[in-house]
């Protein structure tokens, strides 16, 4: 009997992770609350509400592990599914990884430097916590926030009152504003049997909030790698957690300050596809199957860079002998991550494919700060 995996969330991490399933002769079923969601083109959906537990147990039913693409399952249908079938990341890690104050609390447990932050319920709290997280601020809801939504930027007290009134009401988290050099993450893997393994480090570029373009191994890692590992690896052995994750953190002045946990495969690994031995994909599927890990190892440099709000042109992307090519399946929407493409090969042989690409783009700040990063890599 083949394996059957279970995927929470139907968008485009779930269509790459089935696609991966697939060669390795798996079958793989989604859940999501939209029947059009993308992943539904390359696998089984079952439409429904995460809190529809009959629906729920019905999709569970013939299934030998439960997985996430996203982390904002609720914590009682995790649970539920934990109740009947094997579920990995283990709900208590996603519960985590839902609450940026949770979060900060455990990276600091753990001796993994953060932003300095408050907890924030009250326009009094704010007003406290500005005092000892200092100016500049960003003020956060703790949960449901993505790509820089629900994220307010304090620059005076006095922008406390309006910052309040457009997110007051949920639980908020203050954090100084780091003036980072750059944004950094590890891909990082853990098996059933606790074996851990990190992808190159990645350097990551954002466009208003959202990841625009990754380059990868991340230029002068050396100094920063082995904090990147270590700090992976003591929060995937505490939350005993098993499949793949990533870590977002900050460089600035040589240190690393952690952002924040995604527990699932992640937009800033998706050069693995291509750019790694194995993909952080089939990675993932072999975690949480209890499969041997495949190697880690880059191949090369890579550049990914996302296609938000609608897909370009992808004639001059194939032309390019070192490009590859994914579009998932969706339609377009502002603010949408509707596909990407990866460049793979020597550093020089990508700056100038990025070069030629960036000629004939609408959008060239996507690709010029990435080829002023592998700069100084060609000399
Ligand atoms: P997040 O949703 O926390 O990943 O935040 C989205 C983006 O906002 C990050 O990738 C950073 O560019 C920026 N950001 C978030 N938190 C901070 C912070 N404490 N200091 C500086 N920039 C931040």
């Known amino acids: 009997m083949p394996t059957t995996v279970g995927i929470l969330g139907g968008g485009q991490l779930a269509r790459m992770m089935a ?5 390795l002769g798996l079958r793989v079923r989604v859940v999501d609350t939209a029947a059009d969601a993308c992943a539904s083109q390359v696998a089984p959906l079952t439409c429904a509400d995460y809190n529809d537990f009959d629906a729920i147990s019905k999709f569970a039913d013939g299934i030998d592990v ?22 990995f990341p283990n709900p ?9 104050l949770e979060e900060k609390q455990l990276f600091q447990r753990l001796g993994m430097a953060t932003p300095t932050f408050a907890t924030v319920d009250s326009l009094e709290e704010l007003q406290a916590g500005i005092l000892t997280v200092g100016l500049p601020a960003i003020l956060k809801t703790r949960r449901l926030g993505y790509d820089g939504k629900g994220q307010i930027r304090l620059r005076a007290e006095a922008d406390a009152d309006a910052a309040w009134r457009s997110l007051g009401g949920v639980p908020l988290i203050l954090e100084s504003l780091v003036p980072f050099d750059r944004e950094i993450s590890v891909i990082s893997v853990r098996g059933r049997g606790g074996e851990f393994s990190t992808y ?6 954002h466009e208003h909030s959202i990841l625009s373009a990754s380059l990868s191994p991340a230029p002068r890692s050396e100094e920063i790698e082995d904090t990147a590992i270590t700090f992976a690896r003591r929060l995937a052995e505490d939350l005993d957690y098993v499949g793949v994750f990533a870590l977002e953190l900050f460089e600035h002045e040589g240190n690393l300050l952690v952002n924040e ?23 993932h599927l072999r975690a949480v199957l209890g499969l041997p890990l495949g190697s880690t190892q880059a191949l090369g440099t890579s550049v990914m860079l996302n296609w938000i709000s609608e897909v370009p042109d992808a004639l001059p992307l194939l032309a390019e002998p070192l490009g590859h090519w994914h579009d998932y399946g969706k339609t377009s929407r502002p603010g949408r991550k509707v596909g990407h493409a990866t460049l793979n090969g020597s550093a020089s042989e990508v700056s100038d494919a990025l070069k030629r690409l960036s000629a004939g783009m609408k959008r060239p700040s996507q690709i010029d700060p990435v080829v002023a990063v592998l700069a100084p890599q060609l000399q």
Do not use: K
């Open 19 to 23: 696609l991966a399933g697939a060669r």
């Open 66 to 87: 439960v997985t996430f693409d996203f982390e904002n399952v609720p914590a009682d249908t995790a649970m539920f599914l934990a109740s009947r079938v094997p579920v």
């Open 200 to 205: 190159a480090l990645t350097e990551n570029f």
């Open 261 to 283: 946990m995604a527990p699932r495969v992640h937009n800033s690994g998706h050069w693995t596809i291509e750019g790694a031995i194995t993909s952080q994909f089939e990675n």
């Open 92 to 100: 208590q890690a996603l519960a985590v990884a839902q609450d940026r």
